[in-house]
């Protein structure tokens, strides 16, 4: 089955603990993508990248970081930094940047107590 | 600045009634409007979209009805069904920025 896999599907840290959530995709897509969803907000874009070993800030990266090392992966690092992280993260892949499709991944809640 | 306005942020429709959800956006280089799904806990699913040389695209029982001129494009759910009850969010993206921008999303309750 073809498709993008989010790990672990709920996430409980303690604040101040940097977390790290997985991306993966078998779809072959180098254009790979990072939002943060909260209630009434709709979709807010933290980081993407456009090929392997490249990615930009989106409209929220503080407190963000990430990694492009491998086409098919595209881990969010969640840090201490991040005044708010609780939330429900999406991870998404397109063909190529300038593709229209977009997939999303099924996401992971991050609960900070 | 939010680009693209989505109303209402909640709409609760009859078995077999109309749902329409409306979208307003600023950026005149947007070409492509698509339309996305989220049930509760999942990931957002593609439902539909349209680029501004129609103005309107059927796929079963949902339609986007596009309005260039006004900068406005909804979504029509024909026969709403209970299973349509979900989150639904328009986004558009276009000109030199290929990434979606995002609706604040509608939800939608169909009662049986």
């Known amino acids: 089955d073809g498709g993008i896999t989010q790990s672990p599907k709920y996430l409980f840290r303690k604040e101040g603990q940097n977390v790290t959530l997985s991306c993966e995709q078998n779809?072959?897509?180098?254009?790979m993508y990072w939002y943060r969803q909260d209630p009434g907000q709709g979709l807010r874009l933290i980081y993407y990248?456009?090929?392997?070993?490249?990615?930009q800030k989106g409209d929220i990266a503080e407190g963000y970081s990430v990694s492009r090392e491998k086409k098919e992966s595209f881990p969010l690092t969640v840090t201490s930094a991040q005044k708010n992280p609780t939330a429900f993260y999406l991870c998404?892949?397109?063909?190529?940047?300038?593709?229209?499709?977009?997939?999303f991944g099924p996401g992971t809640r991050l609960t900070v107590l | 600045q939010q680009q693209v306005k989505q109303s209402p942020q909640s709409l609760i429709v009859q078995k077999g009634g109309i749902s329409i959800i409306n979208c307003a956006y600023e950026?005149?280089?947007?070409?492509?409007f698509p339309w996305y799904q989220q049930f509760p806990g999942k990931g957002p699913a593609l439902l539909i979209a349209?680029?501004?040389?129609?103005s309107e695209k059927k796929e079963g029982r949902f339609t986007i009805s596009f309005n260039k001129s006004a900068k406005q494009f909804s979504l029509h759910i024909m026969d709403s069904q209970p299973g349509d009850s979900a989150t639904y969010f328009c986004?558009?993206?276009?000109?030199?920025?290929?990434?979606?921008?995002f609706g604040k999303g509608t939800l939608l309750t169909v009662n049986p």
């Open positions: 998404a892949s397109k063909e190529a940047d300038w593709a229209d499709t977009q997939y």
């Open positions: 779809l072959n897509h180098d254009a």
């Open positions: 990248s456009q090929i392997v070993n490249d990615f």
């Open positions: 950026n005149t280089a947007f070409d492509y």
């Open positions: 349209i680029r501004p040389d129609v």
């Open positions: 986004a558009a993206s276009g000109g030199s920025n290929y990434k979606l921008t």
